[in-house]
């Protein structure tokens, strides 16, 4: 969550003449968006007949896709025949061809544990020789098992029925809530609240199933609100129950108010039916500019429909307009890929398609699709979280003001781009999550839901608790009917129309709580989550949610970012809970930086160790060491923090380094890896931040007068510190290239051996003389030296598998800005006997400031005798 100040509104993109020729010419600066002038030129939009592998043409010389839809270079070796080597070899092969690909599916290296007890912290802290146990449940058979044979036309076909298939899935009833005090049998202290939570639950699904007809068609409010289409016409539905008149306005009707007027019914909903034209064709042009006029108790206001599917702002304009967008069929996107199976473990690529773009300008979803997603691919991640996806005016709000929900930005192209681009991650095995804001609105009432129908109750709360103080921006009324049907049929759409796999919540802990947790410190004391500062109707909503995605779209995934540790978040709904997936794991990042500020002698390994443990059973979590909230203007990545002015003279290769580089470049990879290894069931980074992108992120904004008269300085709109420079990852003269080599050698070690999801962990040293961590996750030891200056040889580490290890990933590498220092061809065969209450151990090198990740050797099979 970004916090930032209101009132300002994104000024227009500068021209791409104003930019350098030069960079121009490299960076195809001719690719931006003509806003509104794009729907009044006679103009085809279509993207129905581009080549489903425009981003791999025959005249890319990077990369090419085969049949599988992995990517392949020109000269790589990798490929099939990966099936039949070692883990460990083709970890290598990727190594030192950093573009390879790598189908893990046929490494047949799921292993399993056996004879081993759990320790468990029931907190979920877990110690010195503590486990854990994941708690990942099997999937269905997925869509992608059925294409095989297909032809394109027939899976086009079978795709498009997916919207149909979705209406005839039935959500489960509700259980008896009850699973959760065997879990945790603390929240037995609280079952008064727990079940009057879970009561209202089951009173909410009741009603909706006995006055809607079930939580599927309430959740298609998009088919009777806003603009929807018949063969006669079309019928637009508004709720606006404080408006005393209204009226649709807009290019259609040459903005007369008093041509088309609306009646209300007796819920407050307004409706007008628009026929067709004598010739056939819709009364609404697509393209057009629309509004809905009313007659409020605050007076007449011009307001954008709230169900708009898009908006644009108009050159020189500062309010956005509403566009009735429903192009020709031949113009329409179609689908061509069905959604990648869902991944067992999550690494997920945080990005922002506005500022992914190595030039100073708002990038497309066109260049997003073509350039990011191959990269993407390639870095080893499975997932890609794309944030500010809803409309926002507010481009510095970094999404998180939204005004328009159902539209996607139109700063980055239309809506048929998008679905391109989500199309284009399902071809490449990619997973797409939105970061959907549910938790708070944009305060803006021109172009925003805020006093839509002239009160400040319609669709949030009234007062005081309707206000976001920090934020600046609206707070939703989750017990309202209405909204409650406005918000899951949201979620369903972006779901539904755009193929979206899941979301990550945003605001989670600000929904659940009427303090927001603002000025709270959370504890752990289970009173601090119980209590009358709790928002029941919020977390109902929340439970409602996550029962409508998983009940008609079982391999979505939602991750909540909650930051107070709600018992009970990643708890299915049956059991009582409510229902995430995944927690993000947002305290790992803030005391990364608290121990940055600190001198390397005052880390403490155990401080660490708890840190990244720190869970709650059976509830997994999304582990990050920094996201987007560490690189806005005003904070610094863990780069920034660890070599400061020095990245801007000493990341030359040519040029001698510092200690001060040479320490950040160590911790960076350091920190990275041990957050992997053991915070959590899923990992995440923000795009530029795997090669330690300098400097910050500070969005293009102009000076701002607060309402007390103090001045907000601004940035004069300069795009500057708003893009990625990928090209320094790329870069082989620059020390950022080992860096995010580094980063590509952990997602790739995670594909091959599925760590961070497997069942078995061990933390077996927490030294803090020698400042070394050593724990087991899977099959893999990993080995972590934190101290300054110190390398120990002979150091022997306890292990549970017997036989011979060998090195698999190696912070310091050469390829990863390393010193070398560790033999790569070395085995290392195990002792018997009991050491750090592990049955096995053997004797490594640790330099200073490294990480080592050893895997044991499967012995080759003996031939068998006929």
Known sequence: MVYSLSG???????????????????????????????????????????????????????????????????????DDSSSSKEPSEVLQTVLEDPQASIDASKMGNESEIEG?????????????????????????????????????????????????????????????????YEIDPLLRNFSGHLDYRYGQYRKLRDAIDKYEGGLEAFSRGYEKFGFTRSATGITYREWAPGAKWATLIGDFNNWNPNADVMTQNEFGVWEIFLPNNADGSPPIPHGSRVKVRMDTPSGLKDSIPA?????????????????????????KYVFKHPRPKRPKSLRIYEAHVGMSSTEPIINTYANFRDDVLPRIKRLGYNAVQIMAIQEHSYYASFGYHVTNFFAPSSRCGTPDDLK???????????????DIVHSHASNNTLDGLNMFDGTDSCYFHSGSRGYHWMWDSRLFNYGHWEVIRYLLSNARWWLDQYKFDGFRFDGVT??????????????????????????????????????????????????????????????????????????????????????????????RMGDVV??????????????????????????????????????????????????????????????????????GEGYLNFMGNEFGHPEWIDFPRFDNRLPDGKVVPGNNNSF?????????????????????????????????YGFMTSEHQYISRKNEGDRVIVFERGDLVFVFNFHWNNSYSDYRIGCLKPGKYKVVLDSDDPLFEGFSRIDHNAEFFTSEGWYDNRPRSFLVYAPARTAVVYAPIKDEQEPIDG
């Open 610 to 679: 708890h840190m990244l443990t720190n869970r709650r059973w059976l509830e997994k979590c999304v582990a990050y060491a920094e996201s987007h909230d560490q690189a806005l203007v005003g904070d610094k990545t863990i780069a920034f923090w660890l070599m400061d002015k020095d990245m801007y003279d000493f990341m030359a290769l040519d040029r001698p380094s510092t200690p001060l580089i040479d320490r950040g470049i160590a911790l960076h990879k350091m920190i990275r890896l041990i957050t992997m290894g053991l915070g």
């Open 720 to 752: 500057d510190k708003c893009r990625r420079r990928f090209d320094l990852g790329d870069a082989g003269y620059l020390r950022y290239r080992g860096m995010q080599e580094f980063d590509q050698g952990m997602q790739h070690l995670e594909e091959i």
């Open 420 to 434: 391109s681009l989500i199309d284009k991650a399902h071809e490449l095995g990619l997973i797409v999550l939105m």
């Open 307 to 331: 169900w708009i599917k898009f908006a644009v702002q108009a050159p020189g304009e500062i309010p956005y307009d509403g566009i009735y967008y429903d192009p020709p069929e031949e113009e």
């Open 510 to 603: 600000s929904m659940m709580y009427t303090h927001h947790g603002l000025q709270v410190g959370f504890t752990g004391n289970y009173n601090e989550y119980f209590g009358y500062a709790t928002d029941v109707d919020a977390v109902v909503y929340l439970m409602l949610a996550n029962d409508l995605i998983h009940g008609l779209f079982p391999e979505a995934i939602t991750i909540g970012e909650d930051v107070s540790g709600m018992p009970t978040f990643c708890i299915p709904i049956q059991d009582g809970g409510v229902g995430f997936d995944y927690r993000l794991h947002m305290a790992i990042a803030d005391k990364w930086i608290e121990l940055l500020k600190k001198r390397d002698e005052d880390w």
């Open 8 to 78: 300002v509104r994104f000024p227009t993109v500068p021209s791409s003449s104003s930019l350098n020729k030069s960079v121009r010419a490299s960076f195809n600066a001719d690719r931006k968006i003509d806003h509104l002038s794009f729907f009044l030129r006679n103009r085809s939009s279509s993207r129905k007949n581009l080549p489903s592998r425009l981003a791999f043409d025959s005249e890319s010389p990077s990369s090419t896709v085969a049949a599988s839809g992995k990517i392949l270079v020109p000269g790589s070796n990798v």
């Open 116 to 180: 081993e007890e759990n320790y468990i912290d029931h907190t979920g802290g877990y110690g010195e020789g503590d486990e854990v146990q994941d708690s990942a449940s099997s999937l269905p058979v997925h869509e992608d098992e059925k294409v095989k044979g297909l032809t394109d036309s027939e899976v086009e076909e079978m795709i498009s029925r997916e919207s149909e298939q979705v209406r005839k899935r039935t959500i489960p009833p509700p259980g008896n809530g009850q699973r959760i």
